[in-house]
């Protein structure tokens, strides 16, 4: 049997490598959810299920910041897959602009995904600017 989050993981994949950019894809750890792709870009996949139009909750436990953080590569992304409405991707910068990756706590990153909108990602210690739809994978990949 599929598991669903294999599906949801999938939906970030698919479109990374349909993507004119697209050139390797690999496993980068035993942990599931982390990738390299083109040989450069460590992405970290979350998914949140539901729904849309609607806010899409990402937690980020202890060990998720741990891994993202120790990455010792420059190109480090968290790709956040929101139901089966959209997937967007931030850098690890963007990410610390939002949780506080060293603390011990778990930490929440939100993306409203409102029907026709660009997305609202926000977090504990701020708000990114407005992200579009249509910017995964290029944001990615560029």
């Known amino acids: 049997m ?8 999938g939906a970030a994949l698919v479109a990374i490598a349909d993507s004119e950019k ?3 894809l690999n496993r980068a750890s035993v942990n599931y959810g982390h990738y390299v ?3 450069d870009r460590h992405l970290f996949i979350k998914y949140s299920s539901g729904e849309g139009p609607r ?3 990402f937690t980020f436990s202890c060990e998720d910041k741990q891994r ?3 990455e010792p590569a420059s190109l480090v992304f968290a790709v ?3 139901g089966n409405e959209v997937v967007t991707g931030i850098t690890r910068d963007e990410l610390s602009q939002l949780i506080p990756l060293t603390a011990a706590a778990s930490s929440t990153v939100k993306v409203a995904a409102r029907q026709g909108r660009q997305l609202k990602v926000s977090g504990p210690k701020g708000q990114l600017p407005l992200i579009s739809r249509a910017s995964f994978p290029a944001r990615i990949l560029a």
């Open 2 to 9: 599929i598991d669903h989050k294999d599906f949801m993981h």
């Open 22 to 24: 697209f050139t390797a």
């Open 37 to 39: 792709v083109n040989h």
């Open 55 to 57: 806010d899409y909750p």
């Open 68 to 70: 993202i953080t120790s």
């Open 80 to 82: 956040l897959v929101c």
